[in-house]
Structure formats: C-alpha cells, structure tokens
C-alpha cells in the first residue's frame, strides 16, 4: 500500500504527535495535512511522566518544553498529611527510590504544549489547514478516502488519522453510535492560580475532607487537581466547584493553606469536567481510516 498523502483530523496531543512522527519517519514525499488545529488559549496542566515523557524525546519537543514548564522529579508524587508533614509513601515509581530530585518528566500547561507541539509539527513539514476548517464527510474507496471538508472544498487522501478526541467525529462516521463516552464516576476539579506567596509543597496532600494535587506547572503558576466521586454524570457550575474546594481546603492546618484559601475568591479560575472512557473494542480501523488517541481509548486521567 503506498501512502503519499495524509489527512490527520484532530490537532491535540494525539493528532500532532501522529503528524511530527510521520514527517520525521517518512521521506519527503509523503505530505501530511491537519484539520481541526485550535489554539485556543484554554486548558490546564498535565503530567507526562515516564513512557509519556519519552515520547516528547522522541518528537524532539522535551526541551524545549522543559525550558518553558516544569520538569517534575520524584518529589512531585510526594504525599503530605494535613498539617503538611510528609507521609512514608511516594508515587513515583522506581524513581522515587533514587531520591527526590529525581527526574520523572513534566508538567505541562496544555496551551504551551498545544503550541509546541503544532511548531514542531509545522517544522516537521506539516501543513496545518486553517482554524475552523474540518471534515464534513469521509468515505473509504478501492484507493483511499474521500474526504469532503466544511468549506464545500473536497481531497482524496491514502490515509485519514482520526485524532479528534474524546468525542471524535471520525469515529461516529467509521463506527456509528455504538462507542460513546461514559461517565466513570468522578468529577475533576481543577484550579489554575498566581502561585507567587503560596509556600504549599508540590505533591498530594491528604485530609479527611479531601485529596488533591498541587504542583507548579510553570514559574509564577499553581495548579490544583481535585477529584471528587459522583453517582451520575453532572457538571458543577464555577461556584459549586468553588465551594468543593473550599471545602476540602478547610480540612487542612498547614499554615501555608492560609494563603491558598485567600486565592479562592469569586474570581478564581476553577474548572469543573466529568471523567468518561471509550474504549473501541475491535480493531481500531476501516480500511483507509484509523482512529487513535481518545477518540479511542479514552480513559480515565487515573489510568491514562
Ligand atoms: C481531567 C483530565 C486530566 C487529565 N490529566 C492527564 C495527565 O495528567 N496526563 C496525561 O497523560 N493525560 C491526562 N489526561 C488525558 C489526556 O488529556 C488525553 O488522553 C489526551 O488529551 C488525548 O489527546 P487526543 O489528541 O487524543 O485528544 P484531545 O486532546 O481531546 O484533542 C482532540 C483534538 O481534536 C480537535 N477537536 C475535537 N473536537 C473538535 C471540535 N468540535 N471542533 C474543533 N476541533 C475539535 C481539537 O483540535 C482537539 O484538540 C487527562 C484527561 C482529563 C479529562
């Protein structure tokens, strides 16, 4: 099967790592589209740690990323009890055994990563097709896939990737309705804060009113990571997530949550998503058209 000409639908994590990896693995000739680029400027952090933090070697983009955000070290997985004091547990894996400063990966701001990634792809010699512009229909042929895109304008491609996320349109039109995300019983509450005067460990920190993680994703930036079970999927309006976190804060004695609890005014920048899975349980193609990352298995941020 030759492939000269490739479509990737989905320009997140997935989609642009797809479009670096084939521009540095292919020769010249094959030529690499990606539909669904965004940039918009939202979204909170993530750790890529271990295999994840290989893979951004791999694509030539750990650098450069570490320079921008922050590398994590075993410390990072550190749990603290309510009054701050460390707990005798660590989970960082083997890592934590050779000591604290150990490097374990990054945390990342999504939106650096998200820019990184789509310079990189862009340096690779992959076209990113205009914001906004994406598939409209797609349809397997003896010699590839038709593709008809949003602006009326059509493309014959040898292979479409379908990179769009969670809920991807790729995999509705290949697969239909039988895959839909489902909730898995828990919320995540997420609050990204000036971190400048908050003197909080990074690590987990443990109370009987609640779990979270705190870490520093990039200078002068806090990010917190709440998680909270559910019996059915629901979304927690920004004052309702706020309210959880209070909550959760006022179970801590640490002096340094003294400042953190000032932070969580009206104004703060709480978020609130369900966690849901798909997981595509047969092959994950139809002739031409593969789908890949959440868009077909998705899991949950504790297993993914
Ligand atoms: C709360 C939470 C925390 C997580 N934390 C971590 C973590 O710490 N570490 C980790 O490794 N993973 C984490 N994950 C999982 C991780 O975010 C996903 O696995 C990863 O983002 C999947 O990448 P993807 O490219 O497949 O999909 P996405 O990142 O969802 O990207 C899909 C892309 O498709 C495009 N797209 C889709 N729909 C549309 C549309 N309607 N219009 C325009 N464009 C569209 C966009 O370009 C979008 O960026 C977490 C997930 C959740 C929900």
């Known amino acids: 099967m ?10 997140g994590l997935a989609g642009m790592a797809t479009a670096i990896g084939m521009r540095h693995r292919s020769s010249e000739a094959v030529a690499v589209d990606v539909a669904e680029v965004s940039y918009e400027p939202n979204g909170t952090a993530m750790g890529m740690f271990h295999r994840a933090a290989d893979a951004l070697r791999e694509l030539g983009v750990y650098e450069e990323l570490a320079e921008i955000n922050t590398e994590a070290r075993a410390s990072y997985m550190q749990l603290y009890g309510p009054d701050g004091s460390p707990l005798p547990a660590n989970f960082a894996g083997p ?5 604290p400063d150990t490097p374990i990966g990054l945390v990342v701001y999504r939106p650096d990563l998200a820019q990184v990634l789509a310079n990189a792809a862009e340096k690779a010699g992959a076209r990113l097709l205009p914001v906004g512009l994406t598939v409209a229909a797609l349809a397997n042929t003896p010699s590839g896939v038709d593709v008809a895109f949003t602006d009326g304008s059509q493309a014959h491609y040898d292979l479409v990737v379908g990179a769009d996320g969670i809920r991807s349109t790729v995999r509705q039109q290949v697969f239909g309705d039988r895959y839909q995300p489902r909730f898995v019983g828990e919320l995540s509450v997420r609050w990204v804060l000036e971190s400048e005067g908050i003197d909080l460990a990074t690590g987990i920190h443990i109370a009987p009113s ?3 993680l705190f870490n520093r994703p990039k200078t002068g930036m806090g990010y917190v990571n709440c998680t909270f079970p559910a019996s059915e999927k629901q979304t927690l309006d920004h004052e309702q997530a706020r309210t959880r976190l209070e909550k959760v804060f006022a179970g801590f004695t640490d002096p340094a949550f003294a400042a953190l609890r000032d932070r969580l005014g009206p104004d703060a920048d709480v978020v ?6 798909v997981w595509i349980d047969e092959p994950w193609y139809r002739d031409r058209i593969v789908v890949i990352g959440d868009a077909a298995h998705a899991t949950s941020a504790h297993l993914g």
């Not at 609130?272 to 899975?277: G, I, P, V, Y």
């Open 2 to 11: 030759t492939i000269a000409r490739v479509l990737v639908v989905g320009g």
């Open 95 to 99: 890592a934590a055994a050779d000591g």
């Open 272 to 277: 609130c998503k369900a966690f849901e899975s």
């Open 210 to 212: 609640g779990t979270f």
